[in-house]
């Protein structure tokens, strides 16, 4: 091949190399083929989506050239623009653009008279120009997949914002519904102290009722601050024996409001204080002493209360001597939405006390047996995070 033809092939090669686009590289070719092989008339033609042969790129033929041909007919192109384009065209030549197993559209070069063109460099010209198209289609398919990933992974994310706003909301409503039931029976005894004249017992449940509130409207905040995605409700150093005793109070009114009276032992050891979120802690303790209360079987199960410390933790437990669980109860009964109850359960109970305590990094234990009871054990911190996940220990220990 001639130093010139090479010379060509070299700068086309360089050039349609920085091409964004097909158009690009199909004006190109036509500049390249009618500089430096057919001066006469060049049209370029690309097979678009819906099966035709259009014009995209044309030197020397003008407006003439501008043919639309199904792919079918892809033969009779050349012959058709020649006819097009006038008499003073007299011979003509056609190359398709393939790559691999690909056609990407159709060159047509006219010539005013019957010289040969030089087809090494027309084909080594067309088959750059293929390679090109060939590598610009990939591009765009891989841009445009990867545009469907990102909008797919943006609605998982969404999906996923939305399902746990949802179990947070859920789990919300179930500690409120906890929280707030004994509000009732606080009414009653209001009712029934002021018909008595006794104020002092009146005063003394309108003093419980506002600190119930008062922990339903952070629970509230808490949904509310998660929905905005705010910081976390700041932690503050926290008696657990007091905390304990608040969850009592309201566990034992929420017990009687549901026509349990439950026998709350306390076993409080005044461990070292914590910090914590306490709104956070009692939901977890008043779900924990409702679920020993719906495990009662007859009015004499006794439920225990403990408080203690560790070498490096501060713990409170919540115990019962009631029917207990079988392993495979035990082994699921922090997964979120999974329950014992039937209709009457949410499966959110446990869950919640879970991460409760993984936002507070700490952790949570449950021993339990078959007609044993169950205790369930949550352990703070008091100099750092503690590692590993729930513990579960499904045997009661001798």
């Not at 947070?168 to 906890?178: E, I, Q």
């Not at 929280?179 to 005063?203: C, E, M, W, Y």
């Not at 495990?295 to 225990?304: F, P, W």
Request: a negative charge; glycine letters at 8%.
């Amino acid at each position: 091949m001639p130093d010139r033809a090479i010379d060509a092939l070299g700068r086309f090669a360089r050039v349609v190399s920085d091409a964004d686009a097909a158009h690009d590289v199909l004006a190109l070719l036509a500049d390249a083929l009618f500089e430096h092989v057919c001066p006469d008339g060049v049209a370029v033609y690309v097979l678009e989506m819906d099966g035709k042969l259009r014009l995209s790129a044309e030197r020397g033929v003008g407006p003439a050239a501008n043919l639309e041909v199904d792919l079918d007919d892809v033969g009779t192109l050349a012959e058709r623009v020649r006819a097009a384009c006038g008499p003073s065209y007299v011979a003509h030549l056609n190359r398709p653009l393939v790559a691999g197993a690909s056609l990407y559209g159709d060159v047509v070069m006219l010539r005013k008279d019957h010289e040969e063109p030089r087809l090494t460099l027309v084909d080594g010209l067309i088959d750059l120009a293929a390679v090109a198209l060939s590598t610009a289609a990939h591009v765009e398919l891989l841009e445009r997949q990867f545009a469907e990933l990102r909008e797919q992974q943006e609605m998982l994310a969404r999906s996923e914002k939305l399902r746990a706003l949802g179990q947070m909301a859920a789990g919300v409503s179930h500690d409120l519904r906890n929280i707030l039931n004994p509000l009732s029976l606080h009414l009653q005894v209001i009712t029934r102290a002021l018909d008595r004249g006794n104020v002092a017992d009146a005063k003394e449940s309108a003093v419980e009722m506002k600190a119930v509130l008062h922990r339903g409207l952070q629970t509230i905040e808490r949904l509310r601050d998660f929905s905005r995605q705010s910081k976390e409700t700041k932690s503050e150093l926290v008696e657990l024996d007091q905390l304990a005793q608040e969850a009592i109070a309201i566990g034992k009114a929420r017990g009687a409001s549901g026509g349990r009276e439950a026998t709350i032992r306390e076993e409080l050891a005044a461990p070292p204080q914590v910090m914590a979120v306490g709104s956070e802690i009692v939901s977890a303790l008043v779900n924990l002493i409702v679920n020993a209360i719906d495990a009662m079987v007859e009015k004499g199960t006794a439920i225990v209360v403990r408080s203690g410390q560790d070498a490096n933790t501060s713990w409170i437990e919540v115990s019962d001597d009631g029917p207990g669980m079988s392993a495979e109860v035990a082994e699921r009964a922090f997964d979120p939405f999974f329950t014992t109850k039937g209709q009457d359960g949410t499966g959110l109970g446990l869950a919640m006390v879970y991460a409760t305590m993984q936002r507070h990094g700490g952790n949570v234990t449950l021993e339990t047996a078959p007609q044993q009871g169950t205790t369930i054990r949550l352990c703070f911190p008091v100099h750092g995070p503690l590692s590993g996940r729930a513990g579960i220990a499904p045997s009661r220990k001798s």
